[in-house]
């Protein structure tokens, strides 16, 4: 191996190093966390935020403004199209030098990037990770934080395809990190769904352990029975994911998104009917129940990529080679034509979302006729 090279002498130009008369006058307390510090801060009665001149209540939304996370607009920042969608187009970030001013303003604000940042994890499909690694698993992200930074995570948001919902959850849930989450949300999208690569029709189970569609069939069918009777509904089993909500101690509030594209919405709304009736076993008698809580659907325009490789209206294994003309009597079906008409102008399927919410209640039981 080469040596390392050396400077030629009397050419190092390293700056005179700067010192803060005031910080070396401190009391040196290296592991104690600032807001810890028995350190007065300096009242700063000379700044119209501290002498009365701005009120309180303004100087709190100023300092939450200035800690607001916001999307970058630098054009390498920008999410892959097949990941971009909105409210995600970009990473995000809160900038921190306000809390670097001084100690007085640190310890009114020191809270705030914390508190005002989505804590949002992707699970294998999501943008590119950053390159110290491990950083967008919850594992790595936590690990960073001290654990007063950790007490005030009370949200999370999850994007979760179907395999790590019914695979990982319950070790998630497990996670100490999640001590103080207050409201988790989950986020299933068009391509999240089990097998959503060659049009499946779109299934889900919170109830039982490795779920198939015929089961997902058996217990809609088997819920409204019971449900039209008076009688309890299906239950969690143990190693079910819908069992796991349980695990989290300080939750609260749970919101599903379930998103699907055009050609597949009625399927949705079976499902979404059935999601109403989920109550997630939690705690001490109580339950995640549906009702009470707000309800939304929204929709929005996708890109190319959102497409399914089959074509969804007449079924062909790859919409390379849909003909239009897979009805009967051999008329173009107008999906087909439609789907053509939108890939030619680079645009996907419209993509509807319906969100769902759960609070924590009594569990009421249904006793048996
Ligand atoms: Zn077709």
């Not at 020191?110 to 804590?119: G, I, K």
């Not at 949200?155 to 695979?167: K, P, S």
């Not at 929204?298 to 239009?324: H, K, L």
Request: charge should be negative; hydrophobic fraction near 35%; glycine fraction near 4%.
């Amino acid at each position: 191996m080469a040596p390392w090279p050396s400077l030629p002498k009397g050419d190092r130009q390293f700056p005179a190093p700067v010192f803060d008369d005031e910080l070396l006058r401190q009391p040196h307390e290296p592991n104690i966390p600032i807001h810890q510090r028995t350190t007065p801060p300096n009242p700063q009665k000379d700044s119209p935020l501290f002498n009365g001149l701005i009120p309180p209540e303004i100087r709190n939304e100023i300092f939450s403004y200035a800690l607001t996370e916001t999307t970058s607009t630098d054009p390498s920042a920008l999410y892959p199209e097949h990941i971009s969608r909105p409210d995600y187009t970009a990473s995000t970030s809160i900038c921190t030098a306000l809390l670097q001013t001084c100690r007085l303003i640190y310890l009114e604000t020191y809270r705030l990037p914390a508190l005002n940042r989505e804590h949002v994890f992707w699970h294998e499909r999501g943008p590119p990770s950053p390159a110290d690694s491990y950083i967008d698993v919850e594992e790595g992200y936590f690990s960073r934080m001290p654990s007063w930074q950790l007490d005030l995570v009370t949200e999370i948001h999850l994007f979760t395809q179907m395999y790590w919902l019914e695979q990982s959850f319950e070790d998630f849930c497990r996670r100490s990190f999640n001590a103080k989450v207050e409201k988790l949300k989950i986020t299933i999208r068009r391509g999240d769904w089990w097998w959503n690569e060659s049009n499946e029709p779109l299934f889900i189970h919170p109830k039982i352990d490795s779920p198939g569609f015929d089961e997902m069939v058996d217990s809609i069918r088997y819920d409204r029975a019971a449900a039209r009777a008076g009688k309890p509904l299906q239950s969690f089993e143990d190693g079910s994911w819908g069992s796991a909500f349980k695990l989290l101690p300080s939750l609260k509030e749970l919101e599903i998104e379930f998103e699907t594209s055009d050609d597949k919405s009625e399927e949705l709304e079976n499902i979404v009917d059935w999601a109403k009736t989920w109550k997630f076993p939690m705690k001490e008698g109580t339950v995640l129940s549906t009702e009470g809580c707000e309800e939304e659907n929204w929709s929005w325009e996708s890109t190319v990529s959102y497409w399914s490789e089959n074509c969804p209206y007449c079924g062909v294994s790859s919409r390379a080679t849909c003909d239009f003309t897979q009805v009967p009597g051999g008329e173009a079906n107008p999906g087909c034509v439609e789907m053509r008409a939108r890939m030619a102008r680079g645009e996907g399927p419209t993509l509807h979302v319906r969100s769902l919410g759960w609070k924590v209640v009594e569990d009421v039981k249904v006793e048996d006729l």
